[in-house]
């Protein structure tokens, strides 16, 4: 069998990606798991580890409503085996479905270029046969494997993107497997796509853009093929992170590559929804930015409402017990859409929800732990009240902006913050010029 080996010296590179075979819960008790991560051992780049204590991989089947314990029990193996990657295997009616999980999938902010709902469908008998495995099959794992994991150490990070775009070369000389029937397609298809965006994800060119769509677009044709509808959500998500990207890179049509984003992500909601609580909170929340990055472009109210709903339904996934920090994140992003939305509308409740939601991101930003993170909320806090004093030619709002503004220029002296001290001292003076 003809093994990837990448054109960097070998020796340097052994072992640089730690992997966790889980035992595969496949019903004829062919040791799959143990076979394939026998596999993925002959590659020289993966630290193979094969994890086989025995539980119940119910929350396998992706039609029950337990992706809770699918993600929970990933991320407690993952820390446990201090792995980069996690391989899932379940046996579906002769076929074998892989996942792939990496720690901190749904923590936001993030690039988010994986779900764990991105499956790729094999024939049972390569995991039961191994030499089966087929040269261009193995490139597609390599790459799925390479492509997910989020770099941790230095090396990782060097090397990531010169180890994936040799492979994708490799890929590239031999398209699509040639040895496997037309059912697997899509989920190949879906995967190719993904593999090419998350190489070229720096540096998006318009012909990356149609290559990248080409693929995603072909595994939408095939999707009588797919199993469940969760799946061509997936490729809509991924076609969304696609049109996303190329909207952030700052083309010429950049615009219409903001749309098409929004709604490949609203059509993936339809599918990835509340029983996939963790996609349908990203979604959510990428969602929220490319409406506020619309209403940036229109001035369209309805758009700015819109990043304000989906970020409420973020919220909800997102939550301060199980995710705390993220949690901080929305409230943050709360805070600033909804001072925008109120100040568009002349909204005072719609102003003190901005005000409850930042003083939410100072549950974690609290003035003993990040004192400069919540001097910085202080004079968020105090803008609004500022703007409403304005607004309303109210001298209470007035006082409670001197009274933020001057709490936080206390820590910023504490803390010899010269520059945000001059700043937030410029605002004060309006302020008082409002009060004499």
Not at 135 to 143: F, G, T
Not at 372 to 393: F, P
Not at 412 to 420: C, T, V, W
Request: hydrophobic share 40%.
């Amino acid at each position: 069998m003809k093994l990837f080996r990448t054109s960097t010296p070998a020796a340097s590179l052994n072992g640089l990606f730690r992997i966790t075979v889980v035992a595969f819960e496949d019903k004829c008790n062919l040791n799959c798991g143990l076979r394939f991560a026998e596999v993925l051992k002959q590659n020289e780049l993966f630290d193979v580890n094969f994890f086989n204590e025995p539980f119940s991989k119910s929350f396998l089947n992706l039609q029950g409503r337990n992706f809770f314990d699918f993600i929970d029990r990933g991320n407690k193996i993952l820390s446990s085996t201090h792995s980069d990657i996690l391989v899932w295997g379940y046996e579906e009616d002769g076929k074998i479905r892989l996942n792939f999980q990496v720690k901190n999938q749904y923590v936001i902010p993030n690039q988010w270029t994986f779900s764990l709902l991105d499956s790729l469908f094999l024939p049972l008998s390569y995991f039961a046969n191994p030499e089966k495995f087929s040269n261009s099959v193995l490139m597609l794992i390599y790459a799925i494997i390479v492509a997910a994991i989020v770099p941790v150490t230095e090396e990782q990070r060097r090397h990531q993107p010169h180890i994936l775009s040799e492979i994708i070369a490799i890929l590239a000389k031999d398209a699509a497997p040639k040895d496997i029937s037309r059912e697997f397609m899509p989920y190949i298809m879906n995967m190719l796509g993904k593999i090419y965006l998350c190489n070229t994800v720096e540096n998006l060119s318009d012909k990356d853009i149609k290559i990248i769509s080409n693929l995603f677009d072909e595994a939408l044709n095939n999707r009588q093929y797919m199993r469940l509808p969760i799946y061509y959500g997936c490729v809509y998500a991924n076609l969304g992170q696609l049109y996303a990207k190329a909207y952030s890179s700052g083309k010429d049509n950049s615009f219409e590559y903001l749309k098409i984003a929004i709604a490949n992500f609203q059509e993936a909601q339809k599918y990835l929804n509340r029983n996939y609580p963790y996609d349908y909170g990203m979604l959510s929340y990428h969602l929220a930015l490319l409406h506020f990055e619309l209403w940036k472009h229109t001035l369209d109210l309805q758009a700015l409402r819109d990043a304000v709903s989906q970020l409420r339904d973020a919220e909800k996934v997102y939550s301060l017990a199980q995710f705390p920090q993220s949690w901080c994140h929305v409230e943050g992003l709360l805070g600033y859409y909804l001072a925008s939305l109120g100040m568009s509308t002349k909204s005072a409740t719609i102003m003190q929800l901005a005000i409850d939601s930042y003083k939410n991101q100072q549950r974690i930003y609290d003035q003993t732990t990040y004192p400069s993170e919540w001097a910085d909320i202080q004079e968020k806090i105090g803008k609004i009240y500022y703007l409403l004093g304005k607004q309303n030619d109210d001298e209470k709002f007035f006082l409670e902006a001197k009274n933020y503004y001057n709490s936080a220029i206390s820590v910023y002296s504490d803390l010899n913050m010269k520059a945000q001290i001059n700043e937030a001292k410029k605002i004060l003076s309006k302020i008082n010029d409002y009060l004499s």
